[in-house]
């Protein structure tokens, strides 16, 4: 979903509802598979480039220079 919509930053809620179909739920659940993903796309996920965390709003997806 973030991947579709580059750029644009998503609340956690947003994420649950977009991705999972939950209008409600344990916004952990979003904090545990973005990790997860930063660990398999981020060449440092320490020092996350790509899944980006917007602070007071969640997270959003920058891509690459190249289109990646």
């Known amino acids: 979903y973030l991947m579709r919509n580059p750029r ?5 809620s947003a994420l649950l509802d977009q991705v999972w179909g939950w209008s409600f739920g344990d916004s952990s659940t979003v904090t545990v598979h973005v990790r ?4 398999k796309i981020e060449p440092d996920p320490t020092e996350p480039r790509r899944i980006v965390t917007v602070w007071g709003v969640g997270y959003r997806y ?3 220079e190249n289109g990646g």
């Open 8 to 12: 644009q930053a998503f609340s956690r």
């Open 36 to 39: 997860r993903l930063r660990e």
């Open 62 to 64: 920058e891509p690459l």
